[in-house]
Each structure stands twice: as structure tokens, then as C-alpha cells.
């Protein structure tokens, strides 16, 4: 049984990256104001990731990392985001399945912190002998997660990464991309051991400044905004109705930042978040470049960072549980109307 929740967990882990994006994704679901990793050995011996959001209950340390365990799902309506994101509440188990996971947390109204250790779905003790059992301790209030030896049961996984100073560089991608759409979270990177951290972005910041911050200059200067909805058009002129946009489940929105080219790259940036959630769309993507196509000069690639929002209901993450590559309702009218809007502001820019 362990072997198959072994393979089930690198169906979901990949690589101390995606380990990495589902530990960011519940530190801002947290509320964190500030990131901060640590790594050692490309991830691959030591992942940290320090938030100061709103912590864990004592009490829901021990089910903790038991499969679908989340608190996320509030109502039964909300059932609905189990088919959108279908992996809800097994990050964190799957990493015990594959790598020693231990957590140290305390909410507000905690008077201090709690440690406690995982393997395989459950609670282990933090040092041979010890009782499992959550442990009092010295802390902040937030929530410090700990992954080491990633994939020291699976061969096969371990195998399959690359060298330490390649997955490192995906960590720090993962990390530039939420800082990116996350412009009010300081986020800081570092190497253990190292003084310098590789990655920090300050608090309270905007989208625009953390691009310029991470991709550099000669990308943000010439970046353009573009807000699009589907309630912009003029085609539908009697549009006074009365629906709030979150009620009507057609109704989307986007906003992107996106800028007339990137000489130095190699290829275009794209930076796709849906719902908050970092993905991928390949459809999408081929579409932008096709706007960029004949506007830019050949050699040049362009950056574009696009947040979309659109009703979870209609988003199928599924297709590939780790590429995640989206496919969503009315696809092809809402790509076609953000690319419309691209080539607008871009036309508008170059005259
Ligand atoms: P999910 O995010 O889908 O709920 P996870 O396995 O990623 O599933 O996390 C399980 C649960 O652990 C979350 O629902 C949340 O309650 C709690 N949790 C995980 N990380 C944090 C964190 N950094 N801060 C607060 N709570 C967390
Ligand atoms: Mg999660």
C-alpha cells in the first residue's frame, strides 16, 4: 500500500518545484504577508518555507497529512472546486509519502508554537523514541513547513532530477512568478548557509515594480497594461442588467502586463495565472504568439503575465495534475477577445 501512495505522491510531486508551488500556494491561501525559503541541495536535502499567515490549530496537526484533508471546503457547494482542482488536500500528504516532512505553526491566539512530523499520511516522532505527538515549542505566529530528503524512498524519482543548481533555478522560477502576481508578499530566496539570499521582493509592492525587480529593466519599461472582461464589449449595448459579475457564470475578467519584447530572452515569457493559480495554457499561448507575430522583429521575444479569473466551475485542471495545463469554458472567445486587446495596446504603443 505504501509503494502505491508512493507512486499516487510523484504523480502530484514531481521535483522539489512543485513540492515548492503547493507550499507557496497554502502559505498565501494562509494569508501570509511574507515568504521566506530555504534551500539546500537544489531542494532535494532541505526545503523550508517560513509564512507568517494565520498558522494551524493544535488540534489539526494530527490529520494534518491524511489524504484530502483540507480546510478549504466549507460547504457543500464548494464540492465543486474538487473537480476544478483535483488534488485538494493531498500536498501535503503526498509530500510525507515521498520525503520527511515536519511543521511548526501557531495562530494568533495560541500562547505558543506546536512541532510535529510526518511520514506516510501520519504523525511520526520528530527523534527516534520520542511519542508522536505534537511537541510545544518557541515560535512565531505562522507556519514553517520542512521537506528533507525528498524522494529518499523513490530511486525512480530521484533519478529523474536534474542537477541540484537546475532545480534550484525552477525554484527560484516558481517563486518570481507568484512574487509577480503576488506584488503585496515579501518573498525572499536563499541557499542555506549562504548570507546573500537570490531572490527578494519587498512588501506592499506593485505588479509592474516586482517585474522590474526580477526580469529587469529593459523588460518593464516598455510595459503595457491591459484590462479586459466580458462585460466590456459595446456589442451588447443594453447591458444594465442587474447580475453581480460573480453570480453570472459567464463572466470573466483579465488583466495583463505585457510588453513589446524581451531582446534578451531566448523565447517568449509567459506567465499564465488562472484563479490565482499558476498554469499552464498551451492553446493560449500559441494565440499571444500569434499577436506578437509580424509586431515583432525577428529575434525578439515578448513577456507577457496575464491573470485571469473566471468561474472555478468551468476550469478543468486535470488534464495533467503536475503540467497543469488548463482547458476552460468559452475558451476560444475569451482568448480571442484578450488577444484582441493585446494588439490594441500594442498597436496604440507603437504609433
Ligand atoms: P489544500 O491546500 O488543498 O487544502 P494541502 O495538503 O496543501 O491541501 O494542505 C492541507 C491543509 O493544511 C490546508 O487545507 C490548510 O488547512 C493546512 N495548511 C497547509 N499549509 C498551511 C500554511 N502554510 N498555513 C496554514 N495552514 C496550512
Ligand atoms: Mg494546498
Known sequence: ESLINRIAA????HRPASALKE???NSLDAGATSIRVTVKDGGMKLLQIQDNGCGIRKADLR????RFTTSKLSTFSDLSHIRTYGFRGEALASISHVAHLSVMTKTRSDSCAWKASYTDGALAPTKPGQSVDPKPCAGNDGTTITIEDLFYNTPTRLSALR???EEYSRI???LTKYAIHNPKVAFVCKKAGSPSPDLTTPSASETPNTIRLLYGHSIAKDLVTVAVSSQDPAEDEASMDMDEPEDD??????EAHITNANYQGKKMIFLLFINHRLVESSRMKRAFEAVYNGILPKGAFPFVYL???IDP???DVNVHPTKREVHFLDEEVIIEKISDAFTNALTLQNH
Open 10 to 13: 510523484g504523480e502530484i510531486i
Open 172 to 174: 527560484l522560477d516558481v
Open 249 to 254: 457564470p459567464e463572466a470573466w475578467r483579465a
Open 163 to 165: 542537477s541540484s543548481s
Open 307 to 309: 491573470s485571469l479569473e
Open 63 to 66: 490529520i494534518l497529512a491524511e
Open 23 to 25: 507550499l507557496v500556494e
Open 313 to 315: 466551475r468551468s476550469v
